[in-house]
């Protein structure tokens, strides 16, 4: 069984322009540890799980990140 799922994933550029600020006030949030971003080389990859936890949108209990 393939167990594998594809995750949305969104760019720093994107998340700013998907929550109405600028992509430093996303740096921002990220360095301070409330936004959650894996490192890819020089740039942030945000997962739509940790983007929506970010805005406040409960999540489903099957769709929660481990």
Known sequence: MNKTA???LFSTAQAANILS???ITVFKHIKAGKLYAIRVGRSYIIEKEDLM????????????RD
Do not use: H
């Open 6 to 8: 594809k995750k949305e």
């Open 21 to 23: 600020m600028s992509r």
């Open 53 to 64: 936890e970010f805005l406040g949108v409960s999540l489903k209990k099957g769709e929660r």
